[in-house]
């Protein structure tokens, strides 16, 4: 089984507003709520791609109880740990002339709460696949996704870490199956600029070197870079499409690879999901569908 973890979860309010001017009343000409948060929107495509998952975290209040009923009712399995203090967030995505995001600072998150967490994720073995997606709450310690990833040694869990910074380098001694920065992100972790594939490359090389078992870096409409465990490299440029939306595309991403992976047990093939699947979202006002995938797919077209 996959589990997936979004520490702090969301309702994401997002209003399209034609010119929006501050100071004064403005009405939205489109709006939305989805159930945000990076690991649900990975467990979300799972589902849309015939994969099962089920979604861990932390929610509260009556917010918390919204997510885990849209979860439910699209036919995810969620197992939240419920805490007492706050509300799960609203964040507000308004898009205008330009995009502006205002994003809440979601509950308090105990020790105890976080036990809780470690108890569920425990009880995981090696036939299941762990992801940690996403950055964390101020109340909760910096490192756990690193403790989290030194529980699991033992188990032999392959556990896939997108994150970003520190939260994602501390994990690499502890060889995660895959992690996947976009080019910006592993490129702010060595304090350089990544615009091409070559130099990803070089440094995805080095992610490698550090503990990561594959390395699958996400750059946008440039496409996508893959250094499996192997040390076999893969590239390409991204499907041909209008982006409409950017949210969710990295998270797609990564369900495609493990899709991609699980359906084939190739690394080509799970590259090759991952990156129309990544894209199927960008091209998309939702999260991608598997028939949006496959069409990309059969459209694309790989030198390997």
Known sequence: ?????????????????????????????????????????????????????????????????????????RGITSDFI???????????????????????????????????????????TGSD??????????????????????????????????????LLKNVLTYHPFLVKPNNHELGEIFGVELETKDEVIMYAQKFREMGACNVLVSMAGDGAVLIDEEGKIYKSDAPEGKPKNSVGAGD???????????????????????LCTGSASAFSEQLATRVQVEKLLQKQHFDF
């Open 1 to 73: 089984m996959i589990y997936t973890v979004t520490v702090n979860p969301s309702l994401d309010y997002i209003v399209d507003v034609e010119h929006f001017k501050t100071g004064i009343v403005n009405r939205t000409t489109a709006e939305r709520i989805n159930a945000g948060g990076k690991g649900i929107n990975v467990s979300i495509v799972l589902h849309n791609l015939g994969i099962d998952s089920v979604v861990l975290g932390f929610t509260a209040g009556f917010t918390g109880e919204k997510i885990c009923s849209m979860l439910s009712g």
């Open 129 to 166: 696949i762990l992801v940690l997606a996403g950055s964390i709450p101020s109340t909760v310690p910096e490192t756990l996704y690193m403790d989290i990833m030194k529980k699991m040694q033992s188990k032999k869990t392959k556990v896939v870490v997108d994150a970003t910074n520190d």
């Open 82 to 124: 419920p805490v007492n203090t706050g509300s799960s967030r609203i964040n507000v995505k308004l898009r205008s002339d330009e995009e502006t995001e205002i994003n809440g600072q979601g509950p308090v998150i105990t020790e105890r709460d976080l036990a809780r967490l470690f108890e569920k994720i425990d009880k995981l």
């Open 252 to 274: 797609s991403m990564v369900a495609g690879f493990l899709a991609g992976y699980l359906n084939s047990g190739s690394y080509a093939q799970a590259f090759k999901t991952g």
